[in-house]
């Protein structure tokens, strides 16, 4: 029985408690989630661009 109690306070919070964002909400926060991706990234692969001089540079000193 309480794993049936459950599932109805969850069903009953999920449908009449949560306020859930409206479509223009949902596509602005997909906007700022693509754009931040994108940032991240770029971010990363600067750094891994980086990296790969650094370890070539020390690589060409030793051979």
Known sequence: MKIVNYVKESYNELVYKVT??????????AVVVMIASIIIALVIFVMDL??????????????
């Open 20 to 29: 859930w964002p409206n479509w223009k909400d949902l596509q602005n926060s």
């Open 50 to 63: 980086m990296f790969e001089n650094l370890m070539d540079f020390i690589y060409s000193l030793f051979y």
